[in-house]
């Protein structure tokens, strides 16, 4: 596998640290992980497309499996599903994670009377 400079991978991947909502997930099992991005998800109802960050703890050398690939694996049935736009990693300097961006919802405007 190449190695890249994080330059080059915040090219690649963008650099999205930042991002209107955040969600850390950091030291939960992948149950309560779930269960909080279901939720987060579920209470999105904002008329604009809006941004998320979901942190999870990077990989160390000493940490076992991380919940990169099931929290990655639900993002993706969601997105397949419409629940979300997109999704990125963040750059590894940024921690472990995800930039999530979620669709407006224009039929929750308070403009209806």
């Known amino acids: 596998m190449p190695l890249f400079d994080q330059d080059r991978i915040k090219d690649l991947?963008?650099?999205h640290a930042s991002a209107d909502y955040e969600l850390?997930?950091?030291g939960l099992s992948w149950a309560?992980?779930?269960i909080a991005?279901?939720?987060t998800l579920e209470d999105h109802s904002s008329t604009e497309a809006t941004a998320l960050v979901i942190r999870i703890d990077p990989a160390t050398p000493t940490s076992g499996e991380t919940l990169f690939l099931p929290v990655g694996r639900h993002l993706l049935e969601a997105r397949r599903r419409g629940r979300i736009r997109s999704f990125t990693p963040l750059p590894e300097g940024?921690?472990?994670g995800?930039?999530?961006e979620l669709?407006?919802?224009p039929d929750h405007s308070d403009d209806h009377k």
């Open 24 to 26: 850390d997930l950091r």
């Open 37 to 39: 991005i279901e939720r």
């Open 98 to 100: 995800f930039h999530v």
């Open 103 to 105: 669709p407006g919802h």
């Open 13 to 15: 991947v963008g650099d």
């Open 32 to 34: 309560e992980a779930r």
């Open 94 to 96: 940024d921690g472990g």
